[in-house]
């Protein structure tokens, strides 16, 4: 997709868009629980909605390497009261869910976008998005949070991941989802390799070409520290930074971050010195 057409989720395409990460989860890899009390999350949603983002989005559940399945009635007692209060303060919440029950009750209560790690293909999912007329981004995962690292293998994982996205988004609109509702995320780090890892982001602009916004989700990831010095998730802002910015520059519509005040700051001197102003 060319940057400057079209919109998503009501949000204009005419730049990168910032998704901030609010992690309501005891477990999460990137943060270790600093926000799974509900008002600290709030105010954390509150304190990166300032910071810039434009998008907030709001888990429940742990999807790191590794992780167990949670029961969506306790995800949903997680995230409810920090997805309704940041819709009542004015932000285009996200709701990062793979269960349908989430999904409607996290609309219902001010989500306008589900950011699925499984690509809507719970029972319902697709049905729930419809329903609520909202956004959704597709993403592909090899596999499940619990075993997706273990060994992961594909013949051509650009071609490969490239296919089964196209085949979800195909089967989201014959559910009733229009296409321009819909964004893709190839999946940085969801059962992949380092070396996946880097095909997919170096293909950024073959997935921007399909016409549909894509999400690309780098920050914090563990493939930074493998081609660093293994630093921790907290110490891996410049390598985020580097990799978002990369894919910025081919294409990518939505970057997912945590530190957005940086990722804002990074993309605004990016943008002066491309446009050469």
């Given at each position: ?126 049905d729930a998005v419809r ?133 804002r700051q990074a993309l ?10």
């Amino acid at each position: 997709m060319r940057l400057g057409a079209g919109r998503f989720a009501g949000l204009t395409l005419d730049r990168p868009l910032v998704m901030g990460v609010v992690n309501v989860t005891p477990d999460s890899f990137s943060d270790g629980g600093d926000f799974a009390d509900p008002d600290v999350a709030i105010a954390h949603g509150l304190r990166l909605q300032h910071e810039g983002a434009d998008i907030v989005d709001i888990g429940g559940e742990s999807t790191r390497p590794g992780a167990a399945a949670l029961d969506p009635a306790a995800e949903i007692d997680r995230v409810l009261p920090v997805v309704s209060a940041l819709a009542r303060a004015g932000a285009v919440v996200s709701i990062d869910t793979r269960h349908a029950a989430v999904m409607r009750a996290a609309l219902a209560a001010g989500a306008a976008i589900v950011n699925d790690v499984t690509a809507l293909r719970d029972t319902g999912a697709i049905d729930a998005v419809r329903d609520a007329g909202a956004s959704a981004v597709l993403m592909h995962m090899q596999g499940d949070p619990g075993t997706m690292q273990k060994e992961p293998r594909y013949d051509d994982v650009v071609g490969e991941v490239a296919a089964w996205l196209a085949a979800r988004v195909e089967a989201c609109v014959a559910g009733g989802i229009p296409r321009d509702r819909l964004a893709v995320d190839p999946g940085i780090g969801f059962g992949k390799t380092v070396a996946h890892n880097l095909a997919l982001l170096a293909a950024t602009e073959r997935f921007a070409a399909t016409g549909l916004p894509v999400l690309i989700g780098v920050s914090r990831k563990s493939f930074i520290a493998r081609l660093s010095a293994g630093e921790p998730p907290k110490d891996r802002l410049p390598g985020s930074l580097a990799a978002a910015l990369f894919a910025a520059a081919r294409g990518a519509a939505i970057l997912r971050v945590h530190d957005v005040a940086a990722t804002r700051q990074a993309l605004a001197v990016w943008r002066a010195i491309a446009d050469g102003r």
